[in-house]
């Protein structure tokens, strides 16, 4: 896409797509590697993507929408989807963004507008399936050293990392904010990228691949936590084994104890376990967290116990003790002092911690990219930016990000999430959108997109922006 240049004496050229004003020189791209003077013309270094140019050239496409064979088709008519990567930007949209496209979809005149939002306050939430522990929560995460980001806490049976923001873009050195730019942009565009976390572990992380925690690629996610994972089991340890610990740096659960236990009339055994008992058969801290046992620092499953109660316990008990993630398992019977001693685990119990494997998804970085056209990104819409808020919350106006669905948030601004696996603009009715002060005489065709005159490129040097 061309935008509007002016020639300097000295052959260098200014880009005006934002306040920058770059300008350049020939043979060279401007301070944001997305517009550079190739022969004297400016043009954008990285191709606007129109879907149908991708499929003809066989690039990498996801599915919009569940269900059904989907034949890369975004919309049965027409048959041209602007999907807003490598259009440009107006920012901060003194004028009208770069596409602004009429198409007529099942009889109704629609409107799709498509821009580049800038980075300075986006960031990336990550989802990282593992119990291992990557870090204390608000822990700093480090990329190349510098802050990008921090520790957030944890959902069920994955760790949380917050990465990016304006803070990290913009209110630290120079440095911190290329470094950050960086691994969003990787992040972004499913590429891995190695993170650090003070206190904690080094971590590679590549959204739809699994998590590589200090080397070692993570396999699952849990199966539950401890007490769940009692739950779940306990019927099928049954009459095979007299006690049973799941190992668990946030529940550990222990059968002889559990309410499930209790229902199938399994006897005290008089174990006694470390960490502080929650409610029976449930204990929390038992040990510090670390990348042993269920997230533990752990890697000796009896540091946990305190001695057998001799009164209950008897001489050639059997005790079974494994992990959330089956990874770890051990089988004990306890000598005549009420030791445990560990024996080969009898081929039932095998089948069982392999039922727990089994049970156990495969552990996956997930990236979400969040962003927000609060300000003036609207503006390249309509010159009452805030009536393009209320037709998003009034569901007239469709954001998706690269045409992939978003989770808008609600309250104020249209700030939304995407899961960046997803990525391959605004679409509303044309009569919604001259009402709410679109600037129709910037409404072109959708047919006029394709003339390849319009998608200039040269060879590409950085991955294409971010969306909105
Ligand atoms: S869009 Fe890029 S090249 Fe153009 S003025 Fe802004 S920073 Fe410079």
Known sequence: MLTDTTAAADDKIRCDACPVMCYI???????????ANHNGELVRVDPHIVLERTVSHGGRLVPFQAGGDWDGKIVH????????????????????????????????????VVTEG??????????????????????????????????????????????????????????????????????????????????????????????????????????????????????????????????????????????????????????KMKGRRSTPGRYFQVAEPGTGWGGTMISDPLSVLG????????PGMTMLMVSTTGEHAAYYELDATLKPIEKPMPADLKLSVERI????????????????????????VTDNPVRLTRSVKEALTRVTSGGAPVYVWPGGGITFMVDVTRLPAVTLRLSDY??????????????????????????????PGQHA
């Open 357 to 380: 494997q089994e049970n156990c998804e495969p552990a996956l970085c997930t990236v979400l990219f969040m962003g927000g056209a609060g300000g003036s990104l609207r503006a390249g």
């Open 118 to 271: 800038i980075f300075s306050y986006c960031g990336v939430k990550v989802k990282i399936d593992t119990d291992r522990y990557l870090g204390p929560e608000t822990a700093t995460v480090r990329a190349q050293g510098e802050a990008v980001g921090h520790v957030t806490t944890s959902e069920y049976g994955s760790q949380m990392l917050s990465l990016g923001g304006v803070h990290h873009l913009t209110g630290g050195s120079k440095k911190e904010g290329r470094v950050t730019c960086d691994a969003l942009m990787d992040l972004s565009n499913c590429k891995p990228v190695e993170l650090t976390i003070d206190g904690g572990a080094s971590v590679v992380v590549q959204a739809g691949y699994p998590p590589i925690v200090n080397g070692v690629p993570e396999e699952r996610m849990r199966v539950g936590c401890g007490s769940a994972t009692i739950g779940m089991f306990a019927k099928q340890w049954h009459g095979k084994v007299d006690e049973v610990v799941v190992v668990d740096d946030h529940i550990t659960g222990v059968l002889s104890e559990h309410q499930a236990g209790k229902l199938l009339d399994i006897a005290d055994t008089g174990i």
């Open 434 to 463: 001259a009402a709410l002060g679109g600037h129709m005489d910037h409404v072109r065709p959708l047919a006029s997109l394709k003339d390849n005159t319009e998608f200039r490129q040269m060879p590409s040097r950085s991955p």
């Open 307 to 314: 001695p057998f109660d001799a009164k209950r316990a008897r």
């Open 25 to 35: 020189k020939p043979g060279a791209a401007g301070a944001c590697d997305r517009y």
């Open 77 to 112: 008519e027409p048959s041209v989807f602007v999907t807003a990567i490598g259009a440009g930007t107006t920012y901060p949209d003194y004028k009208p963004a770069p596409f602004i496209v009429s198409s007529e979809i099942d009889g109704v005149d629609m409107v799709t």
